[in-house]
């Protein structure tokens, strides 16, 4: 089997790897985007594809949550526009980095998506919990905050689940299902239109992200089938040590 076979072959699996992961737990991005690094992909070109892979596990999963976000459709224009005004200057952002700046700031995004996976649970929890005594002021401020976690969207991918449902627990929202398909609708618009202004600047790797794309479906497919026999809590560990590992291999390599 030749070399670009391998690359591609190595992109589909941690696609399948990752895609499972973000059906189940999350933390699918602490696969996929090393293995476009490590394939060859620049590291924005490598963080733009990796948004590009991401998306089909977003859509699928907010048609598939569609009956408990209809209940909340009043917030959706509001949120679709935070979306995509706050994804397009991630994007933008983003394509303002030299691959050397990004190779600094990785691991640093990097950390906080680990420490928001490690510990997102409990925030979305005290927050569903105490949102209701911000009043006026908590939606206010909910409001600046999604539009602050959007650009972070479009400007580094992991870790944005995450804080969308920390966003919609300050926001008053308790239901969880209506919150996780919420989620997803706006991680899905972020993405689209991060990607549109990814490749109007011609920087997503087609080849390889679509080898990861692929991947990145049937995963997230195949686990939500097989949801029922996987351990979630002994995965939520396995996700927690290889981010950490990640991250520690990002420092050394931008500050050693």
Same mark, same amino acid.
């Given at each position: 089997?030749?070399? =670009? ?18 059906? $189940? ?13 490590? &394939? #060859? ?11 590009? &892979? ?11 949550? %569609? ?7 009043? +917030? ?6 935070? &979306?995509? !005004?706050?994804? %397009? ?7 303002? =980095? ?9 691991? %640093? ?6 420490? $928001?996976?490690?510990?997102?649970? +409990?925030?979305?929890?005290?927050? +569903? ?29 992991? #870790?944005?689940?995450?804080?969308? !449902? ?5 926001? #008053? ?32 790797? %087609?080849? =390889? ?16 089938? $097989? ?5 979630? &809590?002994?995965?939520?560990? #396995? ?18």
């Amino acid at each position: 089997m030749g070399d =670009q076979a391998m690359e591609i072959l190595m992109l589909f699996v941690a696609g399948v790897i990752g895609g499972a992961m973000n059906s $189940l737990a999350g933390g699918g991005s602490f696969v996929t985007f090393p293995a476009l690094l490590l &394939a #060859g992909v620049p590291p924005v070109a490598a963080n733009a594809t990796n948004t590009f &892979a991401s998306l089909p596990g977003y859509i699928s999963g907010a048609i598939a949550f %569609w009956p408990a976000i209809s209940r909340h459709r009043s +917030r959706l224009i509001g949120y679709a526009l935070m &979306a995509v !005004l706050g994804g %397009w200057l991630g994007a933008e952002l983003l394509l303002t =980095q030299s691959d050397a700046q990004f190779e600094r700031v990785v691991p %640093w995004l990097m950390l906080i998506a680990v420490l $928001l996976f490690v510990f997102g649970g +409990r925030l979305n929890a005290m927050l +569903r919990t105490h949102a209701g005594g911000f009043g006026r002021l908590g939606l206010v401020l909910a409001a600046a905050l999604l539009f602050a976690v959007c650009v972070y969207g479009g400007f580094f991918n992991a #870790g944005l689940g995450i804080l969308l !449902l920390a966003v919609f627990a300050l926001n #008053g929202l308790s239901d969880l299902s209506a919150m996780n398909g919420l989620k997803l609708c706006v991680s899905s618009l972020v993405a689209l239109v991060a990607i549109v202004r990814f490749g109007l600047g011609d920087t997503i790797a %087609w080849f =390889q992200g679509g080898a990861a794309f692929a991947g990145t479906l049937i995963g997230g497919y195949v686990a939500a089938r $097989l949801a029922h026999l996987i351990p979630v &809590a002994v995965l939520r560990i #396995g996700i927690i040590l290889l981010g950490v590992f990640l991250t520690v291999i990002f420092f050394f390599k931008a500050y050693a």
